[in-house]
């Protein structure tokens, strides 16, 4: 395999991995917000109570995010040298931003929030919680305004020739209000939002399989679902708007999102389908039954053509099979984690969500889908950029390191592999033991769970109930 190919693959593996924890940290942060400014309003200990709790998580979650971070900086250098010259002077920038205005912020405030309890007053650890939260959602901003330049450059010039040509800013928030930076952020955010969300909805469904922390699984339980709801279906709304972004700035990778070939017909939008890249088709797939459907998404008019890939080069168009099915299986994610979310409240609202087992169950594994669909999301959007590391001014084929060569490539690769499975089961192992342990209960609680259990035993979660 080529050192292109290889040092693809492990940048890939490493942000993915990375990937996992800085959503559930934002979405976790912004239910802290919640939880804590729950227990100011109404001077309950459950809500104090629940906040300690999914406090520890979060600074599990956020260390993490740390340590599987600095790695792809060292990447850069390593791997994609050629690259990092041409965009140094533009990612400098940004990631200086992150560090200052984010990361700063956001570790700063972290000791407050996880030790702070009794050293602070209320007010000021609430205000703590406020900061970390808004630090983590400062930190996703400047990441993607950095990723979003390499898809839809804007606010530099290009200085130099040859290997020494680079990127070399003109105007700052050019640069970081480019045409794709903000609806992609919307997008980003609420993908974490989705995945903190549905990590409470989790474990507070699993607690209420089990019978423990009853009081606690359900006021946490509806938290997250008002959070879900609005999550999921506010990423309908931003996934839409990134789409008509997206075929304004990059029509190629919007035609490769639904195979569309011939730039002189509408689009058509599929369910789920195979694309034949030989053939230029999807051979088997099932289409919305609305003909021109993406075409009427896009421009409001169903007759309207669309820009197809056969408008591009083919060594200018990205591999159509993979994002073809990569975003589609985000999309059915995301529809699915809206029924869930939607399904939750209305049981809710009859009275009959503590009771129902499938819908339990259903809720605790449910937080693999933000996680999956954020994944494909990702990889949708990098590898529908391809050929180009940055659109339309350099492929990836010219950003690798001129003397890595492919074993040592693997040999790294393979360490990574090693390195990241070890964090991955200390990971598990510590938010197991953590959660298996649960909150500890208030005077409040204490006191009123043996008639939440006599309620729970009253009317058994078992498939009689359902």
Not at 240 to 253: M, V
Request: hydrophobic letters at 50%; glycine letters at 8%; charged letters at 15%.
């Amino acid at each position: 395999m080529e050192v292109e190919m290889l040092s693809r693959i492990q940048f890939g593996f490493t942000i993915a991995f990375h990937y996992i924890f800085p959503p559930l940290s934002i979405g976790l942060g912004v239910i802290l917000v919640i939880m804590e400014g729950m227990y100011l309003k109404t001077k309950k200990k459950i809500y104090h109570e629940m906040t300690r709790f999914w406090v520890k998580i979060f600074a599990l979650t956020f260390a993490m995010g740390v340590a599987t971070g600095i790695v792809m900086e060292f990447e850069f250098g390593t791997n994609w040298s050629s690259y990092s010259r041409f965009v140094g002077d533009v990612f400098g920038s940004a990631l200086a931003a992150e560090g200052i205005f984010a990361f700063f912020l956001e570790s700063g405030f972290l000791a407050i929030l996880v030790f702070g309890w009794n050293k602070v007053s209320p007010r000021m650890h609430f205000f703590s919680t406020i900061m970390v939260s808004l630090g983590s959602m400062f930190s996703a901003v400047w990441i993607v305004v950095a990723n979003s330049w390499q898809q839809t450059p804007a606010g530099f010039q290009l200085v130099g020739e040859g290997l020494s040509k680079r990127a070399e800013i003109t105007s700052f928030w050019d640069m970081v209000f480019n045409p794709s930076s903000m609806e992609r952020l919307m997008h980003v955010l609420g993908g974490a939002w989705l995945a903190g969300s549905f990590l409470v909805i989790s474990v507070s469904a699993y607690y209420l399989l089990k019978k423990k922390h009853i009081m606690f699984a359900q006021s946490s339980l509806k938290i997250g679902l008002i959070v879900a709801v609005c999550a999921s279906l506010y990423q309908l709304f931003t996934g839409h708007q990134s789409g008509a972004g997206i075929s304004k700035n990059q029509p190629a990778k919007l035609a490769a999102f639904e195979a569309h070939y011939e730039s002189n017909l509408p689009a058509d939008m599929y369910i789920l389908g195979w694309v034949n890249e030989e053939k230029k088709e999807v051979s088997i797939g099932l289409k919305v039954p609305i003909k021109g459907f993406l075409s009427f998404l896009v421009y409001w008019d169903a007759n309207k053509p669309l820009t197809g890939l056969n408008s591009f080069a083919p060594e200018d168009q990205p591999p159509v099979n993979p994002v073809f099915q990569s975003y589609h299986f985000m999309v059915a994610i995301g529809m699915v984690l809206i029924l869930i979310s939607l399904l939750g409240i209305v049981f809710w609202r009859r009275g009959t969500l503590f009771t129902k087992s499938w819908m339990l169950k259903l809720m605790v594994i449910s937080v693999l889908g933000p996680q999956i669909a954020n994944q494909l999301g990702w990889f949708s959007a990098e590898v529908g950029r391809q050929p180009w590391i940055v659109y339309g001014f350099m492929r990836t084929s010219e950003g690798i390191s001129k003397v890595v060569s492919a074993d040592q490539t693997v040999f790294s690769l393979i360490l990574f592999f090693l390195i990241y499975a070890l964090l991955f089961i200390l990971f598990i192992f510590l938010l197991d033991r953590k959660i298996k342990h649960g909150p500890e209960e208030t005077e409040d609680e204490a006191s009123i769970y043996e008639q939440q259990r006599h309620t729970v035993d009253k009317f058994p979660i078992s498939k009689k109930s359902t």
